[in-house]
């Protein structure tokens, strides 16, 4: 069998693995996560409930759906979908983040699935999932039209893949790699590249092009005075989220 074309960039991978053993510390390298992520699972388990009709108010609403949580990094959000009744596997390029997923799972009482491997081979392979979480990774990969490509051909038909990244504009670059990297210092320098961030229209195109229909996006706007992410259905000028589907 020929192996599956990589879309993974190497240099990406390395400053994330090395940040691997930090995942779970809310006030480490990680903590802009940490603060985004009730935001960002109100997003997620909204979107599938209404697209599987599933009740969030019922034991394990999730149960009976495959999820991928891909990039999913230290498992922020394999965790909660895995609570929530989903069979999860949680898949990174980066291989030291594999173990600190697994042991922190293991820890929590929690069966996911992770691996060390990539959209494309899994693709390979011929896995399917009814939903994938494609959180903040698109920005790093060296392709992102064939990265998506692989994410749609994961996809059952009628699958739902929540993306989220961010904008490229000026405002981007004042928050997300100025303030966040150089003033906050929430990431290490060099974290994020500005030229690599994506509009909401240049998403929507790659992923209609794809093969998948956007359906739904919103921004993720942050507050400097409480401290809190919202979502917002008209500012996208920095971090925000979309949903598209997989036709059936």
């Known amino acids: 069998m020929q192996a599956a074309h990589s879309t993974i960039n190497p240099a990406e991978v390395a400053k994330f693995e090395a940040m691997a053993a930090e995942w779970w510390d809310p006030n480490g390298k990680f903590k802009p996560l940490h603060m985004l992520n009730p935001c960002r699972l109100d997003y997620i388990t909204s979107q599938i409930a209404a697209e599987f009709d599933r009740d969030l108010t019922q034991p394990l609403p999730f149960k009976g759906l495959r999820i991928l949580d891909i990039g999913c990094g230290g498992g922020l959000l394999s965790e909660p979908m895995a609570r929530l009744g989903a069979d999860v596997l949680g898949a990174d ?34 896995e399917q999932f009814d939903a ?36 490229r504009n000026p405002k981007s670059f004042a928050m997300a790699i100025v303030g966040a990297e150089y003033v906050m210092r929430w990431l290490p320098k060099g974290t994020h590249e500005w030229n690599k961030f994506i509009t909401p229209d240049e998403l929507e195109n790659l992923l209609r092009s794809a093969g998948l229909d ?8 942050f507050n400097p005075v409480t401290w809190r992410w919202r979502l917002s259905d008209r500012d996208l000028s920095v971090n925000y989220v979309t949903a598209s589907i997989k036709p059936k």
């Open 132 to 167: 994938i979480l494609n959180m903040e990774v698109v920005e790093h990969v060296a392709e992102p039209q064939a990265y998506l490509t692989a994410c749609r051909q994961l996809l059952k038909p009628g699958g739902l893949q929540i993306c989220s990244t961010i904008n």
């Open 214 to 221: 956007p359906v739904d996006r919103k921004g993720f706007v």
């Open 93 to 126: 390029a980066a291989e030291g983040n594999i173990p600190v997923a697994q042991v922190h799972a293991d820890q929590s009482g929690l069966k996911i699935d992770y691996r060390h491997t990539t959209a494309e081979a899994l693709a390979a392979a011929g």
